[in-house]
């Protein structure tokens, strides 16, 4: 055995990375020696998964638990972990239902290296199991929230607390991650939001480098707002869905500058002009769901001036060029059985201009680098498309499954694109099919 050559430890490595995946390989690759051991447990804890059924996701959730209990030192190695299946996280430490994702379930603490931790379709318990969940992951540094509800029953109780957290008390460190994606939330998970807010307050700026956020047609995307203004020159990749203000007067959970503007487009556009190192802009406009007239009864039509593209065509006329870094811009509307929302022929015009042209001429006798264009490392314009169709029977409009026809596809292809032509560059711009979901 002694004089049989040893694999150099970077082969080893090579090796049970190409085994990523294949859990039950790599632990019979952990019996081969010392060694290959610790690589194979390594790669074995990086990345872990908790998917499927609730009785499957708490049945693994518990040997893990035992696993970390036994051996705290292999919290460290989890480096990713996945949450995805109609799951609940609760701060309470004294029940012990299989529905439930308790500390005595998951100890998050034991996960000191923890760097991604991504939870989909889930619902929290409160606001406060969340941001329990949250701040023992020192090292985090992307966080991902598909379709996670915040359950909360008492949102006074919850301002009660948020208040509470502005008093003299010294905070406790709390993680700043790089990366957040936010994807149907509603707004109760706008505490974190809060906290990081309260941490900038305090001299920790944020970290954020990028930012993806959605709430459908809720408005949970407006708490997070200020923290977008507040990461000024390090943002620099952002999505946003906007959607038409619901309720007048605002809720108890929305920021409160909000009001001060005309529209919610307006409110975003504006704090996002704060962001001057942005290399790629995707807004979605999210009109409203449809519990209002359908296509063939009168209504009234709000003026193109308070749409999203007019109040975009606002911000990047701005003097100075709000962002001068900008590569990509991706404009995601609705199309509604050929009605454009919030779109025309001039007002496509006037887009291109803010986009193409010089600075404006402060004399008759213009210099060069007025006539340069404002933004000159701009490459690809994406214009996505996403058509909708009248449901008589529930009185909504809706993208699923839409009956059209790949003329009907064709024809709304065409109606964007003549739109949007004066903006179009042959050689930079993309204007894919029509799309669902």
Known sequence: MGGQPILPLEIIYTIIENLQGDGSTIRACMLSG?????????????????????????????RLSRTLRAHPSLGSLVQSLTISGFFQVSLRTDIDFWHFLTPLLLPFSLLTDLRALTLTVSDIADPAGFMAVVAVLPRLERLVCNSVNVIMNKPDSWLAAKDAAYSDKPLTP??????IILKHINEFLGCYAERLLLEHENGNAIQLEDIE?????????????????????????LSIAVTKRLSEPLGPLQPAERANYSTDYAYVLDNIAHCPNLTTLRLIDNV?????????????????????????CDTLDRDPPPFPLLSHITLLFMDREGDMHGVDSALCARFARALHSGRPARSASASAEDAAPRYPRLRRL????????????????????????????????DRWRAA??????????????????
């Open 34 to 62: 010392k060694a290959v051991f610790s690589c194979a447990q390594a790669t074995l804890y990086r990345d872990i998964s908790f998917t499927g059924s609730q009785v499957r996701i708490h049945s693994r959730a518990r």
């Open 174 to 179: 709390f993680p700043q991650p790089k990366h």
């Open 213 to 237: 956020l959605s709430a459908g047609y809720h408005e949970g995307v407006y708490a997070w707002v200020p923290v977008i203004r507040a990461s000024g020159s390090r943002l620099r990749h």
């Open 288 to 312: 409203d769901l449809g519990k209002w007239p359908g296509p063939h009864v009168s209504s009234e039509v709000a003026p193109q001036s308070s749409c999203l593209l007019s109040i975009l």
């Open 382 to 413: 994406t214009v996505r498309v996403l058509p909708q169709v009248w449901l008589e029977r529930v009185n909504i409009w809706t993208s699923q499954r839409p009956k059209m026809t790949p003329a009907d596809c064709e024809a709304v292809v």
């Open 420 to 437: 949007f032509a004066p903006a179009f560059d042959s050689e930079a711009v993309l204007c894919p099919l029509p799309f669902s979901g």
